[in-house]
């Protein structure tokens, strides 16, 4: 009996989720490379490529997601990344073109060197996102994610908060998400988009768990309005850890399904005072 009962103690404690992510106390909750999103920096590239990717290396970011400025080739651009310790894990595509030449998007994503392809925005009429909306993006996805993985690429699409429309027993998002092929289709869940459009992005993020493999980290101004258009202003983006957004459950859930990719975004106007605060804000979060 007693060797029974010391059994199934060991037992459990193996498969204790706590033991099975080995974090302990004090360990640090962004437990991967740090990254942004091309977008953050939409005013500084004007200044000088070079320039920007200089402040970019001194802020401590290693990842980055998007593609090459205007007038910079992706071969040059890439190169100028790497030269500065930052690789391109993820670019994005425009909904039509990856509806229309999935190919196409493959070849400028090889370019790249990124192992991931993000849509952000599935076209609809602004807060009406429909059923019909939805199954356009269910085939577009599905069949331009198969090209994609033929190519050796992983597509993703990028939560943005007008999904969670009422539908059914569930939203318009379930029914994306269960409706497009997990071999072809992944998810990058927007933290703030989620919040946004009125979804819990810790409780998200466990439901659907290794569907999703990447985060856009940002955050939203306590007390602005919400709704479902996907679109709110500059002055709503806040740093990271000033807003509403529960940004250790977040990390937490994101760990445990092994998440690998997190950039920030910050889609406010004065983004070099807000990036080292959002840093220093997630480099504090402790287990």
């Known amino acids: 009996m007693k060797k029974t009962l010391l059994l199934l103690l060991a037992f459990a404690w193996i498969i204790s989720p706590q033991e099975t992510f080995a974090q302990k106390k004090g360990d640090p909750m962004l437990q ?3 990254g942004f999103a091309s977008y953050t920096f939409r005013n500084q590239w004007k200044n000088g490529v070079p320039e920007s990717l200089d402040i970019i290396q001194q802020m401590g970011f290693t990842e980055f997601e ?5 007038g910079v080739s992706p071969e040059d651009f890439k190169k100028m990344l790497s030269d500065r310790g930052i690789s391109i894990p993820s670019t994005g595509t425009g909904f039509e073109q990856l509806e229309k030449d999935p190919q196409a998007v493959a070849d400028r994503a090889k370019a790249s060197g990124a192992t991931y392809v993000m849509c952000a925005w599935i076209p609809h009429k602004k807060g009406e996102f429909s059923k ?7 085939k577009a996805f599905n069949e331009g994610g198969k090209v994609l993985k033929e190519n050796g690429l992983i ?8 999904e969670f429309q009422p539908y059914e027993k569930g939203t318009l998002f379930d029914y994306l998400v269960e409706n497009t092929d997990p071999k072809y289709v992944s998810l990058q869940m927007d933290v703030m988009w989620t919040f946004f459009g009125g979804g819990d992005p810790a409780a998200l993020l466990k ?5 999703w493999v990447s985060l856009h980290l940002k955050d939203f101004r306590k007390g602005a309005p919400q709704d479902m258009t996907g679109l709110t202003g500059p ?4 740093p990271l850890g000033e807003g509403q957004l529960d940004f250790p459950a977040i990390l937490r859930e994101a760990n445990k399904i092994g998440i690998k990719h997190m950039f920030i975004e910050d889609e406010g ?8 605060k959002s840093i220093a ?7």
């Open 32 to 34: 991967v490379p740090l």
């Open 66 to 70: 998007g593609g090459a400025p205007q």
């Open 132 to 138: 019909a909306d939805a199954d356009r993006a269910i």
């Open 155 to 162: 597509f993703k699409y990028h939560v943005h908060g007008y």
């Open 207 to 211: 439901k659907y768990g290794k569907r």
């Open 235 to 238: 002055e709503n983006d806040v």
């Open 269 to 276: 106007d004065h983004e070099l005072e807000a990036l080292p």
């Open 281 to 287: 804000y997630l480099k504090s979060l402790k287990y």
